[in-house]
């Protein structure tokens, strides 16, 4: 009888605790009507597990757990606002992270030909945690998937500029994320807008560390010829596909490619409107002017024909 | 990231959470701190967790980790402090408190939970007390669900066995 007793502990503890199987149930009643040791041990069980249910009620602990929650809420409060979420995607310009704060987008990266982000290198530049993102990302990837086709002009998000490594270098991207879809301006136009005009070195070096390149458009920058002179990481293809989306002629140049100024309207710094690059009151390459590569772009940044050159009226003869 | 969801989960699940490891551990401050741990990594993964997951099992699971890494933590810090004095060691995560024995049933009951050795002890507190199922438990403690609900039949076993000649098992004889 003891070694049945020992084959069937198990059933009868699952029993006891009603967790047994129907099969298991009636061998475990069988074997009580034959066992009074294993009927008593049963007993025992059944005590033990109505003793245990009434543990979920204890401790009474409200109080402990009220205050652990708010402490919980002021931490949390502090992690929130240093998280960054972030997702990969699959885009024609290669795998591309885009991550944000409860601020706003923070982090546009390419990837190149990986498809990880390097979070260590992000946790040195700003106080930050870098975790996964999830579904309210997927927004974000559509409407660059967009972008990239042409189907849109702009990326109207909300951004968070910590990423940037100085005060500066924010400044130099606030200025930039206004250069309009379709132009391009140079970095030393850029400079002269800034109130800095020398300060052309550091301005593309802002732009070689923005955290943000598409949303803040620092490809529509380029050298003081037109030659598109470098985008992240030294290679200018990005930067010509870019370029190509938004209707900006380019032209072969050797190493390199240029904005086809001659072919582009000028709009002059402070102007409220634009003109043929032949238009006699204008400079044809105004240092901090904006190039356009078609009427309805500058139109679309909110600027009128010129009265004296009637870019309306006259075809632009490259 | 929508806020409001984890704000739910929180409001729903903290309370829950908290008891689990007050439980576990048997200190309010070991409560306070793994509960605080568990909702902050929660928050963390909580974007990339998807849509449909059961975030409560989730929840514990991650209250379980925890708990396992501290008693981990705990016992190598021991060890540590045993290599260099005669302190005797104590059981794995055992409550010194717990080492005086309430009178009543229930807090011999809750002694006996709190000197179970880790797994089962968070595998009977999983499931008898907060009514998970075996798979998800089995899941908290990366181990099947067949080993699971074998740590909560040994418990029940040590309970037994703890409880021999305790007056609360003397008084229900069947004959």
């Known amino acids: 009888m003891a070694s049945r007793c020992a084959e069937i502990e198990i059933d009868l503890v699952a029993s006891a605790m009603s967790e047994a199987t129907p099969a298991a149930s009636r061998r475990v009643e069988a074997h009580l009507e034959r066992c009074g040791s294993c009927r008593d041990e049963f007993a025992r069980y059944r005590v033990i597990d109505r003793e245990v249910a009434t543990m979920r009620s204890e401790p009474a602990i409200e109080d402990e757990i009220a205050r ?144 943000l390149p598409i949303v803040i458009p620092c490809h529509r920058v380029v050298g003081a010829s037109g030659a598109l002179v470098g985008y992240a990481g030294g290679a200018t293809t990005r930067k010509r596909r870019l370029l190509s989306i938004e209707g900006v002629p380019l032209a072969r140049i050797p190493h390199d490619y240029r ?35 078609s009427k309805a772009r ?7 024909p010129c009265t004296t050159c009637r870019p309306d009226l006259h075809p632009l003869v490259a | 990231m929508d806020d409001s969801g984890f704000e739910t989960l929180m409001t729903a699940h903290h309370g829950e959470i908290y008891r689990y490891l007050a439980r576990a551990t048997g200190r309010a401050s070991d409560a306070d701190d793994l509960s605080q741990e568990t909702f902050i990594r929660a928050y963390r993964a909580y974007g990339a967790l998807p849509p449909d ?31 260099v004095s005669v302190t005797a060691g104590e059981s794995d995560g055992a409550d010194p408190e717990g080492e005086v024995l309430g009178r009543e049933a229930g807090q011999f009951l809750q002694a006996t939970v709190r000197r179970l050795p880790l797994k089962q002890r968070l595998a009977f507190l999983q499931r008898k007390i907060h009514g998970l199922e075996y798979d998800e438990i089995g899941r908290s403690l990366e181990c099947s669900a067949e080993s699971a609900r074998a740590h909560v039949f040994q418990a029940m076993r040590k309970i037994r066995q703890a409880l021999n000649g305790h007056a609360l098992l003397e008084t229900e004889r069947t004959g």
């Open chain 1, 259 to 293: 904005v086809r100024r001659e072919a582009m309207y000028v709009r002059a710094p402070g102007d409220a409107e634009y003109c043929l690059p032949t238009c006699p009151s204008v400079d044809p390459f105004p240092q901090g002017g904006v190039l356009f590569g």
């Open chain 2, 53 to 83: 997951a059961n975030t409560r099992a989730w929840l514990f699971t991650i209250a379980t980790n925890l708990s396992r890494n501290h008693f981990r933590a705990q016992k190598r810090r021991r060890l540590a402090y045993a290599a």
């Open chain 1, 68 to 211: 652990a929650r708010e402490a919980l809420r002021a931490r949390l409060a502090d992690v929130r606002s240093r998280i960054l979420r972030y997702r990969v995607f699959a885009t024609p310009f290669g795998h591309v992270a885009i991550g944000h704060s409860e601020q706003g987008v923070a982090l546009v990266e390419y990837l190149g030909r990986g498809s990880r982000l390097d979070v260590q290198r992000l946790r040195r530049v700003a106080d930050v945690e870098v975790v996964e993102g999830g579904r309210e990302l997927l927004a974000f990837q559509q409407e660059l998937g967009e972008y990239f086709e042409g189907r849109r002009d702009r990326l109207p998000w909300p951004l968070d500029l910590r990423l940037a490594r100085s005060d500066f270098h924010r400044r130099v991207l606030e200025t930039a994320a206004r250069i309009p879809y379709g132009g391009v301006i140079s970095y030393k136009g850029l400079a002269q807008q800034l109130g800095r005009p020398s300060a052309v070195r550091a301005v593309a070096q802002a732009l070689r560390w923005n955290p």
């Open chain 1, 298 to 304: 500058a139109e679309a940044a909110g600027y009128a």
